[in-house]
């Protein structure tokens, strides 16, 4: 079993910046693609960014140039590194984790990330 957890969630001000993280723990040999994905009230979830285990990534038209998607393998962590915050951004921010050859999808519970106006 994999477990997912994320932290760094918030209340923020429009313009403001969080930094989400989110740590795999449990059995896992191998860690391929993380990612981050947004719901908000009343919307379907959707993709904000991926990236690879080799560090490639990609970004949500929505949050290119405002946010940054990174991981550090040694620690089974990935980032979201969210500047230049827009009310919009208001969502429960969720990681995923695609573990082991048989890709099993991994997802924590949500931190939820405020932007006022």
């Known amino acids: 079993q994999v477990q997912l957890v994320e932290s760094g969630g918030g209340l923020v001000q429009a313009g403001g910046s969080l930094r989400l993280s989110c740590a795999a723990s449990?059995?896992?040999?191998?860690?391929?693609?993380m990612g981050w994905h947004r719901q908000a009230p009343g919307k379907q979830r959707e993709l904000v960014a991926t990236?690879?285990?080799?560090?490639?990534?990609n970004y949500a038209d929505s949050v290119k140039g405002r946010f940054t998607i990174s991981r550090d393998n040694a620690k089974n962590t990935v980032y979201l590194q969210m500047n230049s915050l827009k009310p919009e951004d208001t969502a429960v921010y969720y990681c995923?984790?695609?573990?082991?050859?048989?890709?099993?999808?991994?997802w924590g519970p949500g931190t939820q990330v405020t932007v006022s106006s």
């Open positions: 995923n984790a695609v573990v082991g050859v048989s890709r099993r999808n991994y």
């Open positions: 449990g059995t896992i040999f191998r860690l391929n693609a």
């Open positions: 990236i690879t285990s080799s560090g490639d990534s």
